[in-house]
């Protein structure tokens, strides 16, 4: 028999959740599990992601939908994974997480200051391309890791986003869709591909970026 159900999970700012629909688009279960990003008290303003504590609430998600509705994960055809745009994970050279943030994370205004006083028009020239802005963006996330946690920052072998992040822990497939890997403002949109070079003109490494599919 033809699979015949589809799953989504969406890491999104509140909560996680997975759902199942027939290949009719009607839904067929939904377990939710609302989670929040604590605020380290060294950084104002900062939200940490807890990778190890979210991914069992992911996790317990799917397995609860399939429970919930009795089906056979075999006849899944396909899923799919969403998330709260701009929140980022960085990975060591083994895979493994080792920083990660919530999009309503606020701690790098200071390298946001930073960025405009090396060159006042690099903003400008990065959202003609990319599409973002320095707000919410991955660029001064990842310098504010370079200026405040050089030692995360030297092990940093690659950088993603959650819903990467959540096909990596299902799949072991560690690369970026472009619909979310564009919000981190090192894209080129026209290519849908990474372009090392505005890293580059931040100051920032450009040997961190994995295959685009």
Known sequence: ?????????????GSVRAVLFDTQGNQLGCVQREWEHKEDPRWPGSMDF?????????SGCIRGVLNETGIDPKDIAAVSTTCMREGIVLYDKD???IWACANVDARSNDEVG???RMDPSLEKQVYLESGQTYA??????ILWVKN???EVYEKVATVGM?????IYKMTGVLEVEPS???TTGIFDLQKRAWDPAIAEKCGLRTDIFPPVR
């Not at 807890?50 to 992911?58: E, G, T």
């Not at 959650?162 to 959540?166: A, G, K, S, V």
């Open 1 to 13: 028999m033809a699979k015949q159900y589809l799953m989504a999970v969406d890491a999104g700012t």
């Open 50 to 58: 807890d990778w190890v504590y979210n991914w069992q609430l992911a």
């Open 95 to 97: 895979g493994n997480e």
């Open 114 to 116: 930073q960025l405009i």
């Open 136 to 141: 919410l963006g991955a660029l001064p996330r």
């Open 148 to 150: 405040k946690m050089p």
């Open 162 to 166: 959650f819903n990467d992040w959540l």
């Open 180 to 182: 979310n890997g564009s």
